[in-house]
């Protein structure tokens, strides 16, 4: 069973929020599939990549896994998150194409559950965009999941 971490040192990051959205998009997406998702939160996340090195060493086996960024605006990368993901990508730790961006409609369905389909347009602003980047999210999940399993197969036939 594939399984997901969202990690951060810091709270207010958006874990609790990406997790929810993902969760509600891939059910969302499963419902007609018979596929259940199972979502997690236990916000313990303060050394969680070196976490998965030392399992990595301890198992004899690569544990996949991928950082997703938060952003507050859509159109602009800061400095400083630029060399943030400068670093990770030179010690070879995977970062997601795309990001979860902060929006009012995100916030929505955490407070008051569904998916942002299920949302109003009359009570809640800026859905569409909501709908697409919740979308652009677990489309590039279920792509690592799908890759991370293929890579597992391949090592397993040698």
Same mark, same amino acid.
């Given at each position: 069973m594939p399984v997901i971490v969202f990690a951060s040192s810091k709270g207010g990051a958006g874990? +609790?929020?990406?997790?929810? &959205?993902?969760?509600?998009?891939?059910?969302? $997406?499963?419902?007609?599939?018979? &596929?259940?998702?199972?979502?997690?939160?236990?916000?313990?996340?303060?050394?969680?990549?070196? !976490?998965?090195?030392? $399992?990595?060493?301890? !198992? $004899?086996?690569?544990?996949?896994?991928?950082?997703?960024? +938060?952003?507050?605006? /859509?159109?602009?990368? /800061?400095?400083?998150?630029?060399?943030?993901?400068?670093d990770f990508k030179k010690v070879g730790i995977d970062i997601f194409r795309c990001s979860l961006t902060d929006r009012e409609a995100f916030r929505a369905v955490r407070s008051f559950g569904g998916t942002v389909n299920d949302l109003s347009p009359q009570e809640v602003s800026g859905i569409e965009k909501a709908v697409i980047n919740a979308k652009e999210y677990a489309e590039e999940v279920k792509r690592k999941l799908k890759d991370s399993i293929e890579e597992v197969r391949r090592s397993a036939n040698g």
């Open positions: 874990k +609790t929020t990406a997790c929810v &959205i993902l969760a509600a998009e891939l059910a969302r $997406q499963g419902k007609d599939k018979g &596929i259940d998702i199972s979502l997690i939160d236990a916000d313990e996340a303060a050394r969680t990549i070196n !976490l998965i090195r030392r $399992q990595e060493k301890a !198992l $004899q086996r690569k544990i996949s896994y991928s950082v997703l960024f +938060t952003r507050t605006n /859509p159109a602009l990368i /800061p400095r400083t998150l630029k060399a943030i993901m400068g």
